[in-house]
RNA sequence: GGGCGGUUAGCUCAGCUGGUUAGAGCAUCUGACUUACAUUCAGAAGGUCGAGGGUUCAAUUCCUUCACCGCCCACCA
């Protein structure tokens, strides 16, 4: 046995991954023999390349993967990729810029030819990325959202909610980004405060007396108030006043709308106002939509561009005036404007209103504003037609499943986040205007009718049916929302519709880790898409993991420059290094900065050199089977019942989806308990082959316990080991075995390890050089201890540098010393001269008083009546025996004082 | 506007169903004979658990008010 004096994590994961990919090592069948446990992947853009986030999400996955493999589940970790829709396209189309071309110049054919180039090679490298990670996925199930399999998923799921009536086409208000130019779902929309201005203006009222014949197009606002004096008599305002944030819809208005309760304008329903600028007559309404004290409590109605609007168009009948182009340019309905950009446009709006007195006044005002997600444009509230899916019949057995735990999420706070959502679901906006994604299984004849069908062939059919002759048929211009083939994932990839083994065997699949970035984009909607098409649950667990941020707390991302690349942290510290550290820093959200990363660094550091010394002083063909406690040393029984009382407790730890806290007992034991204590202990027995099987036997088991974390460093020196799995990713989770624990070995130990630490603390208390050696004189509070101590004095001796070590219960205490208490095990090194007895005293003291301290309130408290009558039994007489044991410790300690000189 | 989280050592966080003297890592300070490891080892110092009130024999833990920070959702123009 053997392991290189340094450790290279790239050489060990070179070969590894090597490995495990020959070997075929993750592909896994359904196996009726084994239950099954499966994962699927929340597959990646294929815009880009591994960041953090994807680091973190990916480890938690592996770490459960592999935990439930090696305890014999037929662990399933399905990977692939996302084409996400508009993200990919406005990445290939600013290549295509840099070129000064557009899509449009090439064409759709062209252009969807340079979108699967780009997913060629941005698909195949964020998978080798993952690989790179250690993810043990079966990667011969590798899936793209876009393969012709999951095309088939995509319409057979379309087709099966149009035929229910949960599909329909509709004219509607929807967000609409002017820069990719396609609609968008409302969870696309980013809503973002920003401090705005809010513009009053006046649409002066068409007097029905004076003015009529007076006003033309081209009448200002100001003339029209000059006019409108002879109106004084009617003894009404002039105008009314209304408030917008976004003054360019005004050349779309159709109406004005007031509270039908509000006194200030009951006299004015059903007036007419010019609308200023266009010197359009519109109406005032009544709507109960307008509150009364927001604004003016007057309301300008552009149904073509306001939701609220549009609806209460609808209800009055108004006509809807688009004034803008796609791009968001003025068109043709918006007069002298048109061909302005809407942002020049409400700039002009504002100039010519303020000419023509009409300009009110500006309030700052803060609102918020839609974003694009993927561009960040603000989008604008835009009709058009498109399709959408009816979600609240969706979203009851959705909502139900996790009210009732049939899907539990982790943290549960999420959960009302969810059900919120849930119980405000509007209809889902599934038509993009894009070319990257699935095309719409909807076909046209020239008269408007239409076929949803799997193929065009198919909707010829029908249509021939239809006509009874064969007729020309034009496919749907749009294509889907990539979440409405992603919400299909954890049984597209399993071959649905078509029924098969796996898909029996691996559905429904068990835990989905995520971040909560996508809970209403994805996570809501597999809920949804798996009931309704499978009729089951997508999955049981949700876990939902914090977001990874850099050290100020700020996202990582390209803009900002603050990003961390994974792969760098591969290359300098190693994916061990970076799992692990990821890992350990996951509370809620993570913060990291480039020096986080030595702790698993150090970590694996530590287990390699670890295994190095018992490499070099054990036998290479040492059988570790057979093992037993009968006359074992007590180290090795302490650090055995260590073992399995942390295999346990991380095994629990994983089980509750509580990572970093398994990775500190992992550490608090290997470090702190085997390396640090074990290790150190028996470097002076190695000769002892009991000893040798006990430290083969706990490094084997321990790097089990610690191969879900980190996979590589584990794999290499477990493969250096007499043991006959083809690979430790292959091998089977140690099993708590009661014959190799010793339950009072910790106790035991404890307190050999509190006695060598208090001559330590002593040695720098009084400054004494590491080479003086000392005498210890231990009097041994029962004869328990003192066997304990004497069978361990050897230990005693060397790690704590003693010359001499007396045990011995009826010795004096030794006068001019420095003393320790353990327990009431009193400990004495003689340092005369070495040590200042006053201070010593001093110290004495001070550890006297605060016990006293101690048994002052514990006494208050036993002797409270309301206590020891209220109080539970087993809690009076923890606080009696701790009693009697201050006492004790302290009758010691004055004991210890009084011998001082 | 609604909802959700957070506030514990200089920093980053643990602390699960209330019960001994509130823990860890990093940073700091002191020291290091010893070829497994300086990516190491030994030791020390550091906290009125955000503020007030309440429930309880007992509160960092449960309830409540407040302050500050963060996130999500939302059609008040």
């Known amino acids: 046995m053997e392991l290189s004096s340094k450790y290279n994590p790239q050489e060990t994961q070179d070969k590894w991954l090597k490995f495990w990919k020959d070997n075929n090592i993750f592909h896994l069948k359904a196996d009726g023999h084994k239950r099954p446990f499966t994962i699927v992947i929340p597959p990646p853009n294929v815009t880009g390349i591994l960041h953090m986030g994807h680091a973190l999400n990916n480890t938690l996955q592996d770490i459960l993967v592999r935990y439930k ?41 062209e252009f969807l030819k340079r979108l699967w180039a780009w997913k060629k090679e941005y698909g195949d490298t964020i998978i080798s990325q993952l690989e790179k990670l250690g993810s043990s996925c079966d990667w011969s199930r590798t899936r793209f959202t876009m393969d012709d399999d999951y095309s088939n998923s995509v319409n057979e799921a379309f087709i099966s909610l149009y035929n229910k009536g949960l599909i329909y086409q509709g004219t509607r208000i929807i967000n609409w980004c002017p820069r990719c130019q396609t609609a968008l779902s409302d969870e696309e929309a980013e809503h973002k405060e920003k401090n705005g201005k809010l513009y009053y203006i006046k649409y002066p009222i068409k007097s029905s007396v004076n003015l009529e014949s007076s006003v033309n197009p081209s009448e200002s606002c100001q003339s029209l108030l000059k006019s409108s004096v002879i109106a004084s008599e009617a003894k009404q305002s002039f105008y009314i006043v209304v408030a917008t944030t976004r003054p360019e819809t005004m050349l779309g208005d159709t109406a004005v709308a007031v509270n039908p309760a509000d006194p200030r304008y009951s006299q004015l329903i059903g007036r007419t106002l010019i609308l200023p600028l266009m010197n359009r007559e519109i109406k005032i309404i009544a709507d109960d939509f307008v509150s009364a004290d927001f604004g003016t409590g007057a309301v300008k109605v552009t149904p073509a561009h306001d939701p609220n609007d549009f609806l209460m168009g609808q209800r009055h009948n108004l006509p809807k005036i688009n004034v803008m182009h796609p791009d968001a340019r003025i068109n043709e309905q918006g007069g002298k404007y048109s061909g302005l950009d809407r942002f020049e446009a409400r700039k002009q709006v504002l100039a010519d209103l303020e000419t023509l007195g009409c300009l009110d006044k500006i309030e700052d005002h803060k609102n918020a504003i839609g974003h694009c997600y993927r561009c960040d444009t603000v989008v604008e509230p835009y009709l058009s037609k498109q399709w959408f899916v009816s979600m609240k019949p969706l979203a009851k057995p959705a909502f139900e499943a996790v009210q009732n735990n049939n899907i539990r999420i982790h943290p549960a706070h999420w959960t009302k986040v969810y059900n919120n959502w849930m119980e405000n679901i509007q209809d889902w906006c599934i038509s993009r205007q894009i070319w990257w994604g699935h095309r719409i299984p909807v076909w046209y004849d020239n008269k408007g009718n239409v076929f949803v069908a799997r193929s065009r062939y198919e909707a010829m059919a029908q249509a021939e049916a239809k006509h009874g002759m064969t007729v020309d048929l034009i496919q749907d211009e749009d294509v889907l929302d990539t979440w409405f083939s992603s919400w299909l994932w954890p049984f597209a990839t399993l071959g649905w519709p078509k029924d098969n083994e796996d898909l029996k065997y691996f559905y429904p699949t068990d835990t989905l880790m995520t971040a909560s970035e996508i809970l209403f984009f994805w996570v809501a909607r597999m809920i949804m898409a798996g009931y309704e098409f499978m009729g089951n649950k997508p999955f049981s667990d949700v876990l939902i993991h914090g977001t990874v941020r850099d050290a100020k707390g700020r996202k990582m991302s390209k803009s900002l420059g603050n990003a961390i690349d994974p792969l760098e942290i591969i290359d300098e510290y190693g994916a061990d290094a970076l799992r692990f550290s990821l890992i350990i820093n996951s509370g809620q959200d993570i913060f990291i900065s480039k020096e986080k990363f030595e702790i698993g660094r150090n970590f694996a550091n530590k287990i390699w050199n670890a295994s190095r010394l018992v490499f070099m002083n054990c036998s290479p063909t040492l059988d570790t089977q057979g093992l037993n406690l009968d006359h074992l040393d007590l180290p090795s029984r302490w650090i055995l019942a260590r073992f399995y009382d942390t295999l346990e407790k991380v095994s629990h730890c994983i089980e509750q989806f509580r990572y970093s806290e398994a990775e500190i007992l992992i550490q608090d034991f290997f470090w702190g308990n085997y390396c640090d204590w074990y290790l150190e202990l028996i470097k002076a027995q190695f000769t002892d082959t009991r000893i040798q099987k006990t430290a083969v036997f706990v490094l084997e088991n321990s790097l089990k316990m610690m191969h879900p974390f ?140 605060q016990k006293k301290k101690n048994v002052d309130s514990l006494n208050i408290r036993l002797h409270d009546p309301v206590f020891t009558l209220k109080a539970p039994e087993d809690i009076i007489n923890k606080e009696r025996e701790r009693l009697g044991t201050l006492n004790k410790e302290i009758a010691a300690l004055e004991s210890v004082l009084a011998n001082l000189a």
């Open 710 to 849: 980190i996979p590589f460093v584990t794999e290499e020196i477990y493969s250096k080991l007499n043991v006959s799995d083809i690979c430790l990713s292959r091998a089977a989770w140690p099993i708590r075995q009661g014959l190799l624990i010793d339950t009072k070995a910790d106790l035991q130990m404890q307190s050999v390890i509190d006695i060598i630490g208090a001559i330590r603390n002593i040695r720098t208390q009084w400054n004494i050089k590491s080479h003086d050696t000392l005498d210890v004189y231990i009097i041994p509070s029962e004869d328990g201890i003192k066997a304990v101590l004497e069978d361990n004095s050897l230990h005693i001796q060397r790690l704590g540098r003693l010359k001499d070590l007396v045990i011995n219960a009826s010795i004096a205490p030794v006068k001019n010393s420095a003393t320790a208490l353990i327990g009431s095990t009193k400990v004495f090194i003689p340092l005369t001269g070495l040590v200042d007895l006053n201070a010593e005293k001093i110290r004495m003291n001070t550890a006297i008083d």
């Open 69 to 109: 493999r090696m305890n014999g589940f037929q662990a399933l970790w399905m990977p692939g990729t996302d084409h996400a829709g508009i993200a990919t396209q406005n990445v290939v189309e600013k290549q295509l810029a840099k070129e000064g071309k557009t899509r449009q110049d090439i064409g759709r054919g």
